[in-house]
């Protein structure tokens, strides 16, 4: 579904900015790739993009992937930005490169609807999701394209129902330059984690697409050129249990159709691990990998934050469980919380060991506005908003030098190449090994994909089996995926692996923040050629 009855035409520039290095944006996975570029497309503009009057042109320019450039600004009559708190800085950047060419340049998506105070430049805010506020900005574009003389503030009260988005404009964007592919689902979560924004933002109660509609977008990213993998973007894929059983049967019979060229990927509760019947129909559509934000091993911790769901089941047994289906388990997890104490590196040290999970976004606490979480360290006066030396917002109550010590040496330790590889290994053995046996379709045999898994073992050999600063441990991994004949588990294990290492070792000599959501921003973006 499209915006109606708006008659002007209008030249729309939409610039998704770019990302402050972080743990997700695996770019020291890209030079091993065949020319990939940039993590995912990002949903909210191009679902913006094919929502406009259909008559308006719009350019789409990722700057993960190439800047905005001079003849970007000079073509276009508006500019539209959207992204996360992570990407601030950068998309104040974007305004002021546009005001240089007196364009009005309009801000959306999840960081200004949560502190619209953040974008003080901009001339126009969408605050919230696509719906009323969308509608009336957009016949305010189409009336008038000069620059407010005040900043203009659209909130949405009626959100359009996701069952009447359109098809995001995925021709867009460039979608073989993208490791993965994207896909939303659902929005919100019935959970309320003290630290989440979630809930606040987007509400308890899922809303949804229906299952026609995610079929129909991955049709057309196929049509495009999609990446191997698509994520679902969903907070919580399971956060409607019933809606979640209700689609995987139509991305079994996708997937059957299309000969399961296609793995998916998602965000989901550990609790997950209780639902045996979403497991195996997951299993069956080819999921392989859950990301659970399984935050921290300790349960008084979980039971102050209010995530008392991580503990349906035993932890471990829940990995276990989710591996069981052919489902790698990647982790977030959070140091710096209330409960720390001395010994909590070591705890989650031995966790990783434990759980044999090769990923795992190890960050600082950090208080994000609109969350319980805030309003309590508000009250307590222990927010830190004026000291941008600090790689977190909380006044933690263990001494700040020593949390980031701590949080170094779980860095440089759970990413040791042999622990990590050793990680990689137990998954080939015993989470891969239960993925659906498909047979190769005759798509997966085209030269065009030989000659892209040629490429990417030759960068690898090379970046990392000869020039690498861990080889010994390499080749170790690699002979054994090779005897095996597991060429897809040597290209995706390393590409990752190699990304989690590299970080990891700049996050522990101290050139990367300890928080993703850090008000320390130290990469400057990109200027405009
Ligand atoms: S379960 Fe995940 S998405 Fe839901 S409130 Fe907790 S952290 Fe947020």
Redesign the pocket.
């Known amino acids: 579904m499209r915006v109606k009855g708006i008659e002007a035409v209008r030249r729309i520039l939409c610039v998704f900015p770019r990302y402050t290095s972080s743990f997700g944006t695996f770019e020291y996975a890209y030079p091993l790739t065949d020319g990939q570029k940039a993590f995912m497309p990002p949903q909210g503009l191009l679902v913006l993009a094919a929502y406009l009057p259909a008559q308006w042109q719009v350019r789409f320019v990722d700057e993960n992937l190439t800047p905005a450039t001079k003849a970007d600004f000079e073509w276009a009559e508006v500019v539209f930005v959207s992204g996360m708190h992570i990407q601030r800085q950068q998309m104040n950047d974007i305004c002021r490169r546009a005001h240089e060419f007196d364009l009005p340049v309009a801000i959306g998506g999840p960081s200004v609807s949560a502190c619209p105070e953040y974008y003080p430049s901009f001339d126009y805010l969408h605050v919230g999701e696509l719906g009323d506020a969308t509608d009336a900005l957009l016949r305010r574009l189409a009336e008038d394209v000069t620059r407010p003389e005040t900043q203009v503030v659209f909130t949405t009260r009626d959100r359009v129902a996701m069952s009447d988005f359109p098809i995001p404009a995925y021709e867009l964007a460039d979608i073989r330059r993208y490791m993965l592919g994207s896909l939303q689902y659902s929005s919100g979560?019935p959970?309320?984690?003290e630290f989440?924004d979630?809930?606040g933002l987007y509400g308890r109660n899922p809303r949804l697409k229906t299952p026609q509609q995610i079929v129909a977008e991955l049709d057309k990213m196929r049509e495009l050129g999609i990446a191997d993998t698509v994520y679902f973007v969903d907070?919580?894929f399971i956060g409607n249990r019933k809606a979640a059983l209700n689609l995987l049967p139509h991305l079994i019979e996708w997937q059957k159709k299309t000969g399961y060229v296609t793995r998916f990927a998602c965000e989901a509760?550990l609790n997950i691990a209780k639902r045996p019947e979403i497991l195996e129909r997951m299993r069956e559509a080819a999921f392989i990998t859950i990301f659970c934000?399984i935050e921290t091993p300790d349960p008084d911790a979980l039971k102050a934050m209010h995530?008392g769901h991580n503990m349906m089941v035993p932890i471990m047994e829940g990995v276990k469980t989710i591996n069981s289906y052919g489902m790698e388990v990647v982790s977030g997890i959070i140091m710096g919380l209330d409960t720390d104490k001395p010994g909590t590196a070591d705890a989650l040290l031995s966790f990783v060991d434990e759980s044999q999970i090769p990923l795992l976004t190890i960050n600082l606490l950090q208080a994000l506005p609109k969350t319980p979480l805030w309003d309590r360290l508000e009250r307590e006066k222990r927010l830190i908003l004026d000291d941008d030396t600090r790689d977190s917002n909380v006044d933690f109550l263990l001494p700040y030098d020593d949390v980031i010590r701590s949080w170094k040496r779980a860095m440089e330790l759970a990413y040791e190449p042999a622990k990590l590889f050793a990680r990689y290994q137990y998954q080939c053995d015993y989470t891969y090994a239960n993925r659906l046996k498909v047979p190769i379709s005759p798509e997966m045999k085209t030269w065009k994909n030989i000659r892209r898994a040629l490429i990417m073992l030759r960068n690898i050999f090379w970046q990392v089996g000869v020039l690498g600063p861990y080889k010994r441990v390499f080749w170790k991994f690699a002979l054994g995926r090779l005897r095996h004949g597991d060429l897809e588990g040597l290209i995706g294990s390393v590409l990752i692996g190699h990304h989690l290492i590299m970080f990891a070792r700049a996050a522990s000599s101290g050139q990367q923040n300890a928080s993703n959501y850090s008000i320390r921003l130290r990469e400057a973006s990109v200027p405009a050629e």
């Open positions: 979560c959970y309320e984690c989440c979630i809930p907070d919580n509760t934000g995530k």
